[in-house]
């Protein structure tokens, strides 16, 4: 158990639909960052907040935005849900900069 | 700008024997280097990672990784498997302090298969 929780586990939703994704870093860990892990694109860097703020962007797309909230826990938000969404999105926490990064169990979402 | 390349996608090892994965990265400053593995079903786990000084790294689990910046590899082994280390492992870079230190970027992977 590496201390990050993710919610939900599954989720199944249609096109065009919008779901919110939830992580909760471990305690006192400040940074989160959110990865997208699919058959054909493999494990890409979506984005990375540091104690509420944004600090990176990967390849995130329009469509998806995250936030991190007081309490650190953070959210990513999918919209106009597409089939090619469908993966497994992780969550990774770290306290600073040379520490392990910590990955949730990952949520696995399916777009029909 | 930075790559990370795993040549094999699949590699079977009998139980007992030693298992080499590749590693080779594309950076132009010094990477922070990096072997994550990802049982079934399992979120990622950090076996070792790389920053600076000693380049044999030990990791947990009886990992080892060895960097060598003349051929910007960073190749994974364990003298003696076992079936529980059947799983798919990463090699991730990250830029440091000048590239938010967590933004990884993964290889493909390497999908071990654990045979009696």
């Known amino acids: 158990d590496s201390g990050v929780t993710q919610t939900p586990k599954h989720l199944i939703t249609a096109t065009g639909q919008r779901v919110t994704l939830r992580c909760s870093p471990r305690?006192?860990?400040?940074?989160v960052y959110w990865y997208q892990q699919s058959l054909d694109q493999g494990l890409q860097f979506l984005i990375h907040y540091y104690n509420g703020e944004e600090r990176a962007k990967g390849n995130i797309l329009e469509r998806f935005s995250a936030q991190q909230f007081p309490d650190l826990h953070s959210e990513l938000n999918l919209s106009s849900l597409e089939l090619g969404d469908s993966a497994l999105y992780f969550c990774?926490?770290?306290?600073?900069?040379?520490?392990?990064?910590?990955f949730g169990p990952g949520t696995r979402l399916t777009v029909l | 700008a930075q790559s990370v390349t795993q040549p094999d996608i699949h590699i079977t090892v009998s139980e007992g024997a030693s298992l080499e994965l590749r590693c080779n990265y594309s950076y132009g400053a010094t990477p922070y280097l990096f072997w994550y593995v990802q049982s079934p079903g399992q979120g990622l786990q950090l076996l070792l990672k790389y920053f600076s000084g000693d380049t044999l790294v030990q990791g947990i689990k009886g990992f080892e990784a060895e960097f060598k910046r003349s051929q910007s590899s960073f190749n994974l082994r364990k003298p003696s498997v076992h079936w529980s280390d059947a799983a798919e492992y990463f090699c991730a870079v990250s830029g440091g302090p000048t590239d938010s230190w967590g933004k990884l970027q993964f290889g493909a992977g390497t999908q071990v298969v654990v045979t009696p």
């Open positions: 305690s006192g860990d400040l940074s």
């Open positions: 990774a926490s770290q306290a600073s900069g040379l520490d392990t990064q910590y």
